[in-house]
């Protein structure tokens, strides 16, 4: 098997690149229709496959992209949570995606942090934004509890350049001088 990129781990996680095994738990979280309104909408399964398969393909062609987060003691696919800059995008995201099972856990936070952490030290991103939906208000709590401000509209790439969404972030001075304090 081909390594794709690193592997990060926080007290409870697992984040690495995502592997075929992945896909069973993922497709499931992209069918839930009410869960993913706000990160694209519901897939039939072909179409979560494609996704999926985008988000590995970006790590081949940018070196970095979404990790596959899995709970260290069961294995379990949580959720996908990371690195995100497809062409045409408003900025360095680190942005996140959890399934329904692993919310409310505290899992968003110890992954976005790993990741933070992550894009800051290795890939030397100076800003980094997280694209979030102004009703995604649990979105807007997690980018707050990692100290990121709402810094106002931003246009997505065709076709996606209709949405209404802001860009919360902060620097990678501001989140140095939160993880030092």
Not at 27 to 51: C, S, T, Y
Not at 130 to 139: L, W
Not at 140 to 150: C, D, F, K, Q, V
Request: with cysteine.
């Amino acid at each position: 098997m081909v390594v794709l990129g690193p592997t990060l781990t926080t007290a409870r996680l697992v984040l690495r690149p995502p592997t075929q095994d992945d896909f069973p738990a993922f497709a499931a979280m992209m069918a839930n229709a009410d869960h993913v309104k706000f990160i694209g909408g519901a897939l039939p399964e072909a179409m979560a496959w494609r996704q999926l398969a985008t988000i590995t393909g970006a790590w081949s062609l940018r070196g970095f992209s979404m990790f596959s987060v899995l709970e260290r003691d069961t294995g379990q696919w949580v959720g996908r949570i990371g690195p995100w800059m497809p062409h045409g995008w408003p900025g360095t995201e680190v942005g996140w995606g959890l399934a329904p099972e692993a919310m409310g856990k505290g899992y968003g936070v110890e992954a976005a942090t790993a990741c933070m952490d992550w894009v800051v030290d290795h890939l030397g991103w100076t800003d980094i934004i997280h694209i979030i939906d102004p009703a995604n208000k649990p979105s807007e709590a997690l980018a707050a509890r990692i100290g990121s401000t709402n810094l106002g509209p931003t246009k997505m790439p065709e076709p996606m350049h209709e949405l209404q969404v802001n860009a919360w972030g902060q620097s990678a001075q501001q989140w140095r001088a939160r993880r030092a304090g």
